[in-house]
């Protein structure tokens, strides 16, 4: 079955829902509200997380909450939130699953809420979340337009700049239900270049996670992911900067805790193509075993091992096997510093042993490390550094091995005014042919709440690439103003 089929469809059902849910209550317009940071994982207050504009690229859905407890209390647990990662595997569970669920993945702690609900005129705080049966919905729809000046990419002569129009969507769905619960996820945004044709591209996801209570102490998860999204700054190295990459993934996971002790164990099947680049699609299927001690309400230490086997679909360049298999131990903790103050870190080493016997086993440490500071009750700073190993299209490499560190600012001004600023570098050394690429991404952006439900936002980004790799170096700058309109 093809990797692109299961997403269409889902975004085929969302295209036609979003415009009609997320307008149903405009009219009449309600009074202004305060701009929301956060209500729920899936809503940002600036564009470029709730839906990424042309440059960012960047896996979605955004990070999802971080809560105190690392795995369900005896109370039936909140659903799990699926996390980003560079192989669209969403993780084992909670807040933990950010530490090393499975190789190369990002750790990201969320902003934290600035303000919580819609504020009445009453001063109280106001639930309008729409509803269909037993699940809360939350929606919206959105279209930026601007300039950008290097849609695909490409060193600076080739380079052509392109006014844009990025239309997107999204819906979020949770279960009501007593025990158990239901996470829907559904994100789709189309980018329009009026100048550059072939730089048109569509990115989108769509996830669907399940939990079901065994009983008091054991939880089983399901989740399905199917998304196709152009290269991201700080997960992929490519040598087509615009290639498109297609992924679906299954995942089971059981969970199981004895008092303050907890083990769990999860299997992933998935699916990359990417699509600009026969040769370099692929299958993974891994495992991994995790256990771990909730020493109190802040600090939950963990140990892992993972492992996977990627088989590609054919030979690539000459005949060169890469079909390979992956052992790493991890070690991790979750750690609440203060009331303000999260962390979350990892540390393992990663072997990667290939088939091809001209091609030494890999050896690499992977660390990650993320930090979420909530200096004010409007303001928070979250800074992320993370080391791993990527697949490449990069002609004769079998991988690339990664650095990544970065810093978000967000802070809301009086009731209706977000501003946000980021800052990515990344490095990443070729496996297998000499060279490395260094990439430097940062965006400003502000958002002003018009109405309850209208908002509207600014973002200015500038990215930039070196690499000794031919024809890879580009810079661009993009800036988009816009209307989004949520219920």
């Known amino acids: 079955m093809s990797p692109r089929l299961p ?20 009219w009449p317009v309600a009074p202004p509200a305060p701009v929301r940071a956060a209500e729920t994982a899936s809503e940002a207050p600036i564009a470029s997380d709730s839906v990424p504009p042309p440059t960012m690229r960047r896996s979605l859905p955004p990070a999802d909450s971080v809560t105190s407890r690392s ?35 990002t750790l990201r702690l969320p902003p934290g809420e600035l303000i919580t609900g819609s504020t009445g005129l009453n001063g109280t705080v106001q639930d309008d979340t729409l509803r269909v049966g037993a699940f809360k919905l939350r929606a919206s729809v959105a279209v930026d ?6 849609p695909n990419r490409v060193p600076g002569a080739l380079a052509k700049g392109s006014s844009v129009i990025a239309p997107a969507f999204q819906i979020n769905a949770d279960s009501g239900w007593a025990r158990n619960a239901m996470n829907v996820a559904l994100r789709g945004r189309f980018f329009s270049y009026q100048q550059v ?12 996670t399940y939990r079901y209570d065994i009983n008091d102490s054991t939880w089983l998860f399901l989740n399905a992911r199917a998304s196709s999204l152009q290269q991201t700054a700080d997960t992929t190295v490519l040598a087509a900067p615009n290639a ?35 040769g370099r699609s692929y299958t993974t299927s891994m495992g991994a075993l995790r256990g771990g001690y909730e020493v109190n309400d802040r600090l939950t230490p963990f140990v892992e091992i993972q492992a996977d086997r ?5 030979a690539y360049l000459d005949n060169i096997k890469r079909d390979s298999t992956g ?18 870190a990892t540390a393992g080493y990663l072997w990667r042993n290939y088939d091809n016997a001209l091609v030494k086993t890999t050896q690499w440490p992977v660390v990650g490390l993320a930090a979420n ?45 977000a501003l946000l600023a980021s800052l990515d570098f990344s490095r990443s050394d070729y496996i297998g042919v000499p060279g490395n690429q260094k990439r430097a991404f940062g965006e400003i952006g502000v958002e002003y709440g018009l109405t309850r439900y209208v908002t509207a936002r600014l973002s200015a980004q500038r990215d930039v690439q070196v690499s000794t790799y031919r024809f890879t170096n580009y810079q661009a700058n993009t800036f988009l103003a816009g209307l989004k309109v949520t219920r």
């Not at 337009?145 to 290097?150: E, L, Q, T, V």
């Not at 299954?250 to 969970?255: D, K, V």
């Not at 990627?310 to 054919?314: A, K, L």
């Open 197 to 208: 044709d072939n730089a048109n591209r569509f990115d989108g996801t769509a996830d669907a």
């Open 310 to 314: 990627r088989n590609f679909e054919s």
């Open 145 to 150: 337009a601007g300039y950008d000046s290097n």
């Open 373 to 417: 500071w909530q200096y004010w009750p409007n303001g928070t700073l979250t800074f992320r550094l993370r080391t791993g190993i990527s697949e490449t299209t990069i002609g004769g490499a079998f991988g690339a091995k990664e650095n990544l560190a970065g810093l978000s600012w967000r802070q809301l001004v009086g009731d209706r005014l």
């Open 244 to 278: 498109t990459i297609n992924e679906v993934w299954g995942s089971a996971r059981i969970l199981k805790k004895f008092g303050q002790w907890f083990a769990s164990l999860g299997v992933w099947e998935g699916y990359t193509d990417v699509a600009q680049t026969p």
């Open 71 to 105: 795995v369900p209390s005896k109370a039936a647990p909140a659903a799990p939130e699926p996390v980003s990662s560079s192989s669209g595997a969403p993780t084992a569970y909670g807040a933990m699953a950010l530490a090393g669920a499975r190789p190369g993945e």
């Open 327 to 344: 052992i790493q131990p991890n070690v991790g903790l979750s750690y609440k510093v203060s009331e303000t103050v999260n962390t979350e």
């Open 7 to 26: 997403l269409f469809l889902m975004i085929a059902v969302a295209s036609a829902w979003a415009p009609a849910v997320a307008c149903a209550q405009i």
